[in-house]
Nanobody, 115 residues
Framework: QVQLVESGGGLVQAGGSLRLSCAASGSIARINVIGWYRQAPGKQRELVVTITSNGVTNYADSVKGRFTISRDNAKNTVDLQMNNLKPEDTAVYYC?????????WGQGTQVAVSS
């Protein structure tokens, strides 16, 4: 079992920045891929960015150049620095981890960007 707890969401004006953090606990030794997804109202959940245990990243085109993921394997945390936020970034952001072919999700944290 892997438990994921997100923090750092909030309300920000367009052009502003937020930093999300995800703390993983439990059976984390076999976490290969961890990252962030988001779900806006009325839309499907979508990939934001993932990072492997070797540091290989996969960003959605919509966030490239604005968002940066970082992973601390010693602390079992993954952070998402979000800069130049846009109203279309408004969504619930979920931390997700893959371990032994099982996908785990956090409870989500709300990000709202006003225009």
């Amino acid at each position: 079992q892997v438990q994921l707890v997100e923090s750092g969401g909030g309300l920000v004006q367009a052009g502003g920045s937020l930093r999300l953090s995800c703390a993983a606990s439990g059976s984390i030794a076999r976490i290969n891929v961890i990252g962030w997804y988001r779900q806006a109202p009325g839309k499907q959940r979508e990939l934001v960015v993932t990072i492997t245990s070797n540091g290989v990243t996969n960003y959605a085109d919509s966030v490239k150049g604005r968002f940066t993921i970082s992973r601390d394997n010693a602390k079992n945390t993954v952070d998402l620095q979000m800069n130049n936020l846009k109203p279309e970034d408004t969504a619930v952001y979920y931390c997700s981890a893959s371990s032994r072919n099982i996908i785990y999700w956090g409870q989500g944290t709300q990000v709202a960007v006003s225009s």
